[in-house]
């Protein structure tokens, strides 16, 4: 066997050519959406005055494994991907441990995240429909400067409805969208009924993901020849990101790495779905027995402190219901909360797979997130992103464990993101005036009120 | 022949174990420093209480080619190189130009540019050297990033003197040096005697690279255990460098590609010297007719409408003097100029082949160069740094050409860095506020008199 290098590039020949559908694998399937007006489940008709029709297809599609990447997709994949895997010699030397650590690094491109997988393919079967339009939200930044990247390059419009305090405090992360060519409005806006409500009852709200999301879905049923995309969460923007597993799978096999354990961040899921979804799909089959780790922010704890329960996807209640795990979508996070997985539910393959077991939680305060972040920068040279950062803390960690048990794990983790757009979060960590909070079970509650009346036993 | 790939990436094995020093292969040397106390040529003796030894060596070395990159860096390098040349299809595709476009892109890392090359190598020999501190100056920020990440990594203590006005402009840039433990100074500033200096004729100065080299080499000559280091400019710097120019000429090779055109912006020279090493060397001695172009700002146009003289390489006037293409080391860009390439003066080897027409040099004013900027963001997908959009501009330039002529000519260029921390500068132009300077022939000739005595005829 070859040495192992620092980054591991596949060729282009070697990118794979297929999505993976993890449902095709899955002895329980998690449950469609359901309409809430009807109470049924959703059909294909149901959802595509929202969604493009392909994008449909593939959110109803449980039955086929392989979901050809178009060529004109892989195209532009080609001018980012594929994406390195990175042996953290640096990381291990520094904490002496015997584990092996590893990270997929999707942050070497313009958008600075993994979000690109899914926002060229967004956009790319918007074009082919012969849309002109697309509207979406985006919190931290990292989805909307994604979206605004592919828009350029298909040549859609697109208007972004951005967390209002996240346009507030990252006034840069909103010029390289206008710098692509998208319009930015900080949301809760007056633009629409949704947002002028949400302002009526809350003038003062910083906005949420969930509020954002409202907006951007009444815009794009309401204007010809524009739909909405969504940045997360489902299972078609989980599909696209599969191809990070994928990569990451081929480059294992290519130098017989056996990863023990596997690890991302979790907001609404995708990069998790995206990174496990191969590795994952031979667990469920026995032919594994990887322990995969979801970590996600104390703050804003969906599935450490969430319900498994049906829920609509944002504050307006205008979405189909989803079973997922939820905090409710009344839920706002608190807005000490620095950068994204600030949304109040997760994606439904992620919420089945945890409920059954095959994947266990963790969540950690945003100081002991940004200490491993500042650790890792020095160490690594790669400034991460705080959400990144949350899967950077659980897999030191873990490699602290194997330095006390002697364990020679194998660690595996997704390094999503860059935070060159985060340096008011890191200067205010350096500045040791960051703040971490935990919400009470009161808290909690009053998220929890806000489930439907289906939920509400 | 292989099809080319959007990305050549060579692997850790083909990366160069040494780096190129042009000087060897050069007709007519550049003159060395001369002391201005004295009037003779620098010793390394008089090098020494500024410079560590081993880059004072490198700085004085003109006859070995071959410079070996101690494994130590090597091992640095390995966690960002090597660096991707990329075939700009997208952008051929575009300009529906005949021209085929390459670049070498040097900005996937987190300093964002080609800047810690160089940072890499002088950390490594100061802590070889047993030394404790450095001492630097920053004008972007770039440089400053990059010798903040390889301090981290060796463990040295950093103090930066960053240019006022880009301190105020780039409050984010500080913040990635601070979180790698960078203590960072808005120069001029009231904690060295050239800074007090120059604050008590000039308060309102927006400060300039000249003044804060000035700060930064007090500091480190009046230190325990500490040197000063230099981003640009200087020789050795530019060695550093050529493991760019280095690592393009084998992926060239490896796929037969046959550059007409080389083209790098200019600032301080070291990553156009970098680039161009090993293919100069070759069209010194007849062995190719590439045509090398320097690419400057109008409003700093050292090249373009300096002069060849002896001159310091700060404000201060502490420096050797340097036989240099020079505006005269007491020349300020104006404060719109927004980016790098704001320095005064011009790497001796470069001016050296300038002088003798072995490189033509361009200046563009900066609407010009941000247009074309956000031309290549929205079709390559990466969102380049002012600096880096001078070359993209006279890239895209020279392509227009050909389809004009029809002429099928290989331009490769270097991308040196990332326009994350230039928002500021983008949502101007985005916004149409951006203006452009040139500054006249009496603006000049104030930089002019500010020349040694020696050259002032």
Redesign the interface.
Known sequence: MATI???I?L??DEMPRYWFNLRSKMKTLPEPFVNPATGEYCTKEDLLPVFCEELVDQELNVTDTDIEIPDEIRDFY???RPSPLVRAY?LEKALDTPAEIYYKYEG???S?SHKLNSAAAQAYYAKKQGLTCLTTETGAGQWGTALS?AC??YNLDLTVYMVKISAEQK??RR??M????AKVIASPSNTTNAGRKILAETPDTNGSLGCAISEAIEVAVTTDQCRYVLGSVLNHVGLHQSIIGMETKIACDKYDIKPDIIIGCAGGGSNLLGLIAPFMADKIHGENDIDFVAVEPASCPTLTRGRYALDFGDTGKTTPLIKMYTLGSGFMPSPNHAGGLRYHGMNPIISQLFHEGYIRAKAYVQNDVFEAA?KF???????PAPESAHAIKAAIDEALTCKETGAKKTIVFGLTG?G??D??A??SY?AGTMTDYIPTDEDLQKGFDSLPEIEQK
């Open positions: 290098p620092y980054k590039y060729s282009e080609k001018m980012y640096c070497s491109n313009t600075g990247m350029a390059y006034p840069h010029a390289v206008e710098t692509y060519g500042v920068a020095r160490i690594e040279g790669i400034l860059t060159y757009f340096m008011t890191y200067a350096n």
